[in-house]
């Protein structure tokens, strides 16, 4: 064990400076600020759909929607050629005044790509749709309409996904969290009504119509900077950009695993318990995606670009991957906490309590996972960035099957609560599949400062999930200890290796 634990943590720390460490860290908690700021209003304009969608339509409604999402990921996921995030470090390695020629190049082939598998995707969801049906609602054909009319998702999905990567590659950051807020409200604007009117009949057109919105509001940021152009059945520029596919199709192969996994579980759970068993599952493991989503959502859309353009020298990306790593780890662990301790009120305010009270213990186990997903996610995003085909595809397949097996595992073993430990343990194995990939494919190591806090931090995670176990008052007053004990190291940390607290509690001071 000692002789492993030498292996993948470095003997010593990073040698870059401490002036170098604290802008590194600075810029992290800025961003992570900026668009878990923005995601915050996102998820409360979704919060408010979700209280008006438990009220109208039930668990029922939720283990359709859950359905209807999953299996035209399935579709989407086939047929996008994984353009969103395969174009991502291709643009961002042209985005600088000296390629302006070839940026313009990467840009139009990025779009050509995704109005092409847009149009791909409809067709296919129109073809396939009776198929879907049955496979999704166990022999049920009577969905076979809902799911032509989810082709116009599945092609909103692909233009938007194209228009995200322009995003992302140029550096955009306050258009892509401002789309993402606005996609938000759209969404709000659009599906309530429906529900309210048409209640479950009106799932369809508002996740189609929410899609088309995200579409629109997208396209508008990008397009201010570059007028969209595109030639979608062009072979002459089409070509010029197989190379970027060509990692795509792997990238898709993976995704179209990935769909068919999360598929999977939710037909699994429908032949178990029903649209009802899956749409606790859903309402649950929903609150904990919402967190996940606050929190990493700066992973993907200002660190993969980073990560992308560094990856030349690896040195460097290790040491970027070990920075963006620790800071999410500083960061998850206290939310966590806090998570597992507010889930019941959160519950109680936002969905009908009685109808998803046994989504509460789901979602305080499963988000232990998401303390490990924390870790590994911008370790991960190393394989993507060096677009490592043939890794990626063995590292997502390894990920899914384990996905499919903890799951049906831990639902037969624990019952619902099974679920919850299940994606708890998914995340586990996979940060354990990741560092092992990153040491022997690409050398990485984690620093030590990274591995110490991680220690520290998952304990107090670990103690919070048994005082929730223990119950009571006794219980709580654990996890409460947790909590403010994992949030007092966390500030600590900060203080030391950043300026951006200390920046704030002075103008605060000089304010007061």
């Not at 002789?3 to 943590?9: A, I």
């Not at 991680?454 to 200890?481: D, E, H, N, P, R």
Request: contains cysteine.
């Amino acid at each position: 064990m000692c002789g492993f634990y030498r292996y993948m943590v470095v003997k010593t720390e990073d040698s870059h400076n401490s002036s170098t460490e604290s802008r590194l860290f600075d810029r992290i908690l800025k961003y992570t600020g900026v668009f878990g700021s923005v995601q915050g209003v996102a998820i409360i304009v979704t919060l408010i759909l979700n209280m008006v969608k438990s009220r109208l339509l039930g668990p029922v409604g939720y283990g359709i929607t859950e359905s209807l999402n999953r299996n035209t990921d399935l579709v989407r996921n086939s047929t996008n050629l994984g353009v969103a995030t395969a174009a991502v470090p291709e643009i961002s390695r042209c985005n600088n005044p000296a390629d302006v020629d070839a940026l313009s190049e990467k840009i139009g082939l990025t779009r050509s790509w995704a109005l092409l598998t847009a149009i791909l995707g409809m067709v296919v969801c129109v073809i396939l749709a009776p198929l879907l049906s049955r496979w999704a609602f166990n022999g049920d054909g009577s969905f076979t309409v809902s799911f032509m009319e989810m082709s116009v998702a599945v092609a909103a999905t692909a233009v938007t996904g194209g228009e995200t990567a322009v995003l992302k590659g140029t550096g955009m950051l306050r258009q892509i969290a401002f789309s993402q807020l606005f996609t938000g409200l759209i969404s709000l604007c659009v599906s309530v009504p429906l529900y309210w009117f048409m209640r479950i009949d009106g799932i369809v057109p508002a996740l189609a119509l929410s899609a088309l919105g995200g579409t629109v509001v997208t396209c508008f940021y990008s397009c201010r900077s570059f007028p969209y152009k595109a030639s979608p059945f062009s072979w002459s520029v089409l070509r010029k950009g197989t190379g970027m596919i060509g990692f795509g199709i792997f990238f898709t192969v993976a995704a179209f695993l990935g769909a068919w996994a999360w598929s999977f579980v939710a037909k699994y759970l429908t032949g178990q318990g029903g649209s009802e068993l899956t749409g606790t599952y859903s309402a649950g493991y929903m609150l904990v995606t919402y967190l996940s989503t606050l929190l990493l959502s700066v992973t993907e859309s200002e660190y993969y670009p980073r990560l992308s353009a560094s990856c030349s020298d690896m040195n460097e990306a290790h040491h970027l991957m070990n920075s963006q790593s620790l800071a999410m780890c500083m960061l998850a662990a206290p939310l966590v906490i806090l998570f597992m301790i507010c889930v019941p009120i959160v519950v109680f305010v936002v969905l009908e309590y009685e109808k998803f009270r046994m989504s509460i213990p789901l979602a305080q186990i499963a988000v232990t996972g998401l303390f490990f997903k924390s870790i590994y996610q911008p370790i991960a995003f190393v394989v993507l960035a060096r677009s490592d085909s043939v890794i990626y595809l063995i590292q997502e397949t390894v990920c899914n099957i384990l996905l499919v097996v903890c799951v049906v595992l831990g639902y037969k073993l624990w019952g619902t609560v099974g679920i919850g430990v299940s994606l708890a343990i998914w995340e586990l194995t996979y940060l354990i599949q990741v560092l092992i990939i990153a040491r022997l494919r690409y050398g990485y190591c984690m620093s030590r400062t990274l591995v110490s806090n991680f220690l520290k931090q998952g304990f107090l995670v670990l103690m919070a999930a048994v005082g929730l176990k223990i119950g009571s008052a006794g219980g709580y007053a654990i996890c409460m200890a947790a909590c403010v004990v994992s949030i007092v190291i966390s500030i600590r940390f900060f203080s030391t290796h950043s300026t951006f607290i200390g920046g704030i509690l002075s103008r605060f001071r000089h304010k007061s």
